[in-house]
């Protein structure tokens, strides 16, 4: 170490430090040479520690600190900073009573200000807050903008909107952070109203607050307010676009997100990591892969890292949402040296979706070999692997690893893996023992799990029970009243399917329309549950979709009438049956795909088991490959089978 020998360069050497090691090594030279008793230096040695964010840092500051014996306000302004941005911000107030006591006057305290009430935001302290206040209300501090700002918004994270629109307006000066923040903290507490209020009355607007009310609407789904002030925007930056696509994406309007984004390209803004992560997350939605191809061609062309801000798992979660899980697999190799825990976890529940299981947990296994720490997302990804691979004892196993091994409490989502896992292995009473025992209540996806398996399993009085409670958690879910007919169909209870039928009647439940889409000729086309074919064109699908029909009874195609809950005629179910966006779909890839070709399909439900057996007819009769999203997972249709074993 170069030799110090005055305060003036120890505080030199001090304010390159990187690293504890040396201040540790400085601080020990200080001690030998005496440099210790001298305040400022020794404030120095406080100060980096406790503020620099070095791990074990501000460890190290408190016992220094304790060891002065007169510090000064500056070593307590240092020292409280550090603290209020600690894991235990409330140690700061102790600190600032115990300045307050040693102070003669109040020089300097606006330094520390900030700090505690941000502290006092941060821990939820009411009470302490309000003393805070108090105490400035009857200084000069009110008038100082930083800490008067830092009021309004520690009752905002308090969530007192009341109090801090109050205190918003008595600021002796308003300035565009107490505006901003005003604003902010009205649409985080969902008044979006008020928060618009507030931004039309503002004097002058930046573009911060234009932002904040754009993100604001699209989070409480209002789209096309958010659009409104996009358009009306004076001048739009990169968060703007961002804010809208992502909008757009989280509201579930991915076509919106994918145009918006182009249009973004065309007047040449580039993109940042956030709005590629969303634009990718809407095409995964989608489901159809070329728009997905066109942005990885973007990145890249313009050689953006795949490691920055999740581009690499959205990435990976794209190609596999899109059906394409070895381009995911591709990237996931790819980018082998820097891979963070999300582009494992996305590679995971890709596998997973696809019901490739066995591969899903090969890929968690190197992922243990090369001591990378599994968190709740992974082992989700893993459970529902088992689970869709109908792997029972793996799945215990890992459950059971996730909670000793790692300490992860299961989530409610963890559980309902395990409960769909012994369900769809026909294990009933075990997925009941853990709705049972499990230590929140099973939520109307675990209910639904029981129910279908009850349907595969022909099980009438658990499928009732599980009914009743989908019912209850979820009124206006028709897929339980759906399922619960098919089981009373199976067993040939025709009153009961009929009572169903009523009761939904009755209730006013209505059944989401389905919607298939399909890509073909650079377009996305969609086909709606008993869409209007009409035109020439809807005439040519009926008459294929007749023809497809045709060619499939000859081969035992039996259309399942069990799966129409209105009641109508025999013949009419058949035709209803017929108008199942799936099967449009399906007719229309017949026509405009290829021979040959994949006919790739989404669908917004789950895909029914007379369609289910359709395809799988048709992929074999038409020697071709079908391969259908629906809301759970992939079915890849090839001469006459599906992926999914019969069972989703
Ligand atoms: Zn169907
Ligand atoms: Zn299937």
Same mark, same amino acid.
């Given at each position: 170490m170069a030799a110090i020998s005055s305060p003036a360069s120890t505080i030199l050497m001090l304010e390159k430090c990187k690293s504890m090691p040396e201040i540790r090594q400085i601080h020990a030279y200080m001690i030998k040479t005496g440099l210790v008793y001298q305040t400022l230096a020794i404030s120095r040695v406080v100060a980096f520690c406790s503020l620099s964010g070095v791990s074990g840092g501000l460890d190290y500051a408190t016992s220094v600190f304790h060891r002065i014996q007169e510090p000064n306000c500056f070593v307590y302004f240092a020292i409280i900073k550090g603290f209020a941005d600690s894991r235990d911000p409330l140690k700061s107030l102790v600190l600032y009573s115990q300045l307050l006591h040693c102070l003669g006057e109040f020089d300097g305290l606006e330094f520390s200000l900030p700090s505690l009430l941000k502290a006092c935001g941060m821990s939820k302290a009411f009470e302490e807050g309000l003393q805070l206040h108090g105490q400035i209300l009857k200084t000069r501090f009110l008038f100082d903008p930083f800490v008067s700002n830092s009021v309004v918004r520690m009752y905002l994270e308090l969530g007192q909107l009341g109090m801090a629109k109050r205190a918003f307006d008595t600021l002796p000066s308003r300035d565009v952070f107490s505006w901003n923040s005003m604003i902010a903290g009205y649409s985080k507490a969902n008044e979006i109203d008020l928060a618009r209020g507030l931004f039309d009355e503002m004097p002058q607007k930046d573009l911060v607050s234009w932002n904040t009310m754009i993100d604001g609407y699209a989070r409480c789904g209002r789209c096309e307010l958010a659009r409104e002030l996009f358009d009306m925007m004076p001048r739009k930056d990169i968060v703007s676009w961002t804010a809208m696509i992502s909008g757009y994406t989280f509201n579930q309007r991915p076509r919106e997100a994918v145009h918006l984004f182009r249009e973004m390209l065309h007047v040449s803004i580039r993109p940042d990591s956030a709005a590629v992560v969303s634009v990718l997350s809407a095409i995964a939605d989608l489901g159809f892969i070329e728009e997905g191809r066109w942005v990885h061609g973007y990145l890249r062309a313009h050689k953006c890292s795949l %490691?920055?801000?999740?581009?690499?798992?959205?990435?990976?979660?794209?190609?596999?949402? =899109?059906?394409?899980? &070895?381009?995911?697999?591709? /990237?996931?190799?790819?980018?082998?040296?820097?891979? %963070?825990?999300? #582009?494992?976890?996305?590679?995971?529940?890709?596998?997973?979706?696809?019901?490739?299981?066995?591969?899903?947990?090969?890929?968690?296994?190197?992922?243990?070999?090369?001591?990378?720490? @599994?968190?709740?997302?992974?082992?989700?990804? /893993?459970?529902?692997?088992? =689970?869709?691979?109908?792997?029972?004892?793996?799945?215990?196993?890992?459950?059971?690893?996730?909670? &000793?091994?790692?300490?992860? %409490? @299961?989530?409610?989502?963890?559980?309902? =893996?395990?409960? #769909?896992?012994?369900?769809?292995?026909?294990?009933?009473?075990?997925?009941?023992?853990?709705?049972? $025992?499990? @230590?929140? &209540?099973? #939520? $109307?996806?675990?209910?639904?799990?029981?129910? %279908?398996? =009850?349907?595969?399993?022909? #099980?009438?009085?658990?499928? &009732?029970?599980?009914?009743?409670? /989908?019912m209850e958690l979820a009124p206006n879910d028709s897929s339980c009243y759906v399922l619960l007919s098919n089981i009373y169909a199976k067993a040939r209870r025709w009153d009961d399917v009929a009572k169903v039928r009523s009761m939904m009647r009755e209730r006013g439940v209505k059944k989401i329309p389905g919607c298939s889409t399909v890509y073909a000729n650079g377009k996305i086309h969609e086909f709606l549950v008993g869409m209007e074919m009409d035109g020439r064109y809807g005439g040519m699908i009926l008459s294929k979709l007749e023809e497809v029909v045709c060619r499939l009874k000859l081969e035992g195609y039996e259309p399942d009438l069990t799966q129409v809950l209105v009641d109508v005629g025999e013949e009419e179910k058949e035709s209803l049956l017929k108008l199942h966006g799936e099967k449009m779909a399906v007719s229309f890839g017949l026509i405009n795909v290829g021979k040959g070709a994949l006919i790739h399909i989404v669908k917004n439900l789950r895909v029914c088991s007379d369609c289910h057996s359709f395809m799988k007819l048709v992929s074999k009769v038409y020697n071709c490959n079908l391969v259908v999203r629906d809301q759970n997972r992939f079915h890849h249709f090839t001469n006459g089978y599906c992926s999914c074993n019969d069972y989703w």
């Open positions: %490691s920055s801000g999740f581009i690499g798992s959205a990435l990976i979660d794209m190609y596999a949402k =899109c059906g394409y899980i &070895e381009d995911a697999y591709h /990237v996931f190799t790819n980018i082998s040296h820097k891979r %963070s825990i999300g #582009d494992w976890n996305s590679i995971i529940s890709g596998l997973a979706l696809h019901g490739l299981g066995e591969d899903a947990l090969e890929i968690f296994h190197e992922m243990e070999t090369i001591g990378i720490e @599994p968190n709740e997302i992974t082992f989700l990804g /893993v459970l529902t692997a088992c =689970c869709h691979s109908g792997l029972v004892e793996e799945g215990e196993l890992y459950f059971k690893l996730m909670k &000793e091994n790692y300490k992860i %409490s @299961p989530k409610i989502q963890h559980y309902g =893996c395990m409960i #769909d896992l012994f369900s769809r292995a026909g294990n009933l009473k075990k997925a009941l023992t853990i709705i049972h $025992d499990m @230590p929140m &209540e099973a #939520d $109307d996806l675990a209910w639904k799990a029981v129910l %279908s398996a =009850c349907m595969k399993h022909g #099980d009438v009085e658990t499928g &009732e029970l599980a009914a009743q409670r /989908v």
